[in-house]
């Protein structure tokens, strides 16, 4: 049944149409009842704040800023905030209606929300970067809360800003709220396994993909581009507790490849000694972000850059499986290439919502006040990991379907089936 757009209501922008046209696709398949479809297809609230903050050398800048909830029929809304430039509504409308998707798809009793402030925080010296956090966060104060609406760390956002949030939102309501962010450092209410969560995930689903097209994982050669958290933590356990040999791996600087397998440990302290980057790096041979996704590997892993593999390199790309690490690193033309060529490719609102899940236990442990031993967290993460793609793979093969969309299928089910119990206010 499709799915149409009615009324007066418009778009934020070209993102979020693309974004919709992946949600019609599941829904149309799976004839979704359309009076849910088109309630779906639009952000339940969007806030836009511009707000003052006095510079250091006395000036006063005014910043723009957003807080979107796309749906909260499962729960309060999840997703991160992110410092950037060129961050604006449709791009934060988007990424609140893929959470909403990410969370229900790992089963996960929440809805999508996401944040953004307009700004180079580059820029910004330590104190007029915590002026800004803390006004920022008191402008979307009626938005948030830890049974409304939990941000977590995004682009260029970390745990000390979190720490600056959580307090900010204390001191407002007049005692210490652990729950209303996540992603905080482990003194105040963090959560052991949160740095390698996303990473894991992706190692975790790499493994139930080598599985499902008969590869040993042990024997399997790896290929990421982005060795930043998410893919040197991915590198780090799919070599260190899979056997995977990680052949090559990138970042801004440029790629290394050894086809004999790079030392992760000694690569991450490379980086890490200079400047953030691995060029240079003498044990392998240097080559380009394209060269690298176009390797003959069993696995590729996209953790990087949006739009990475476009037609021209979908063409060219060799890999039995692609796990998507990043947020949207393969284009539509390039994905209807891929599947044509049989590669499976793990959906990002899938391979990567290890980082959600554990945020998710991060705010259980808050509001219990009780927290978990590490080896708990990893256990908890594997079980939903593992269950959720198996999940998606029944879908993908009852509705001969790919993995994105059997992934929204399952998603959009879990929502639909809450909106439809919890019925339309007022009758």
Not at 61 to 67: A, D
Not at 181 to 207: F, M, N
Not at 341 to 347: E, F, G, Q, R
Request: include cysteine.
């Amino acid at each position: 049944m499709e799915i149409s757009k009615l009324g007066n209501l418009q778009t934020p922008g070209p993102l979020y149409e693309m974004a919709q046209k992946q949600f019609l696709k599941a829904a149309e398949l799976m004839d979704l009842d359309p009076r849910i479809g088109n309630f779906l297809l639009w952000p339940q609230r969007s806030l836009v704040v511009h707000f003052p903050v006095v510079m250091d050398d006395g000036r006063v800048e005014i910043f723009e800023g957003y807080r979107v909830q796309h749906n909260t029929a499962r729960g309060p809304a999840k997703g991160g905030i992110r410092y950037h430039p060129e961050t604006n509504l449709d791009e934060v409308s988007s990424l609140a209606f893929w959470m909403t998707w990410k969370c229900a798809v790992v089963n996960l009793p929440y809805g999508g929300g996401k944040g953004g402030v307009r700004v180079d925080p580059s820029k910004l010296s330590e104190r007029e970067l915590e002026k800004l956090s803390r006004r920022f966060f008191s402008e979307i104060h009626m938005m948030v809360g830890p049974a409304k609406d939990i941000p977590a760390p995004d682009v260029n956002t970390n745990a000390k800003i979190m720490a600056w949030y959580m307090d900010t939102y204390s001191m407002n309501v007049g005692y210490t709220t652990l729950g209303v962010v996540t992603g905080k450092p482990l003194d105040i209410g963090g959560s052991e396994g949160r740095p390698e969560a996303t990473g894991r995930g992706v190692a975790i689903t790499s493994a139930e993909a080598c599985k499902v097209k008969g590869i040993d994982i042990s024997k399997a050669t790896v290929a990421i581009q982005g060795f930043g958290n998410v893919g040197s933590f991915s590198a780090k356990i799919l070599n260190e507790e899979y056997g995977a040999k990680i052949v090559a791996v990138s970042d801004v600087s440029g790629g290394i490849y050894n086809e004999n397998g790079l030392d992760i440990d000694e690569l991450i302290k490379y980086r890490d000694e200079n400047g953030g980057v691995i060029k240079g790096y003498p044990k392998g041979t240097p080559i380009t972000n394209e060269e690298l996704l176009t390797l003959d590997v069993d696995i590729l892993i996209p953790a990087a850059l949006e739009n990475a593999i476009d037609d021209k390199i979908a063409k060219e790309v060799k890999a039995k499986i692609i796990i998507e690490g990043a947020n949207g690193p393969t284009t539509r033309e390039a994905e209807e290439i891929l599947n044509s060529k049989d590669i499976l490719i793990v959906p990002d609102i899938l391979a990567n919502a290890g980082g959600v899940t554990v945020s998710y236990f991060e705010w259980v442990q808050d509001l219990q006040s009780h927290f978990w031993e590490i080896e708990d967290i990893r256990k908890k993460l594997t079980k939903i990991m593992i269950k959720s793609f198996g999940e998606v793979y029944a879908t993908k093969q009852k509705y001969n379907t790919d993995m994105r969309t059997a992934a929204y299928i399952v998603a959009i089910q879990r929502v639909a089936e809450a909106v439809k119990k919890r019925g339309y206010y007022p009758m």
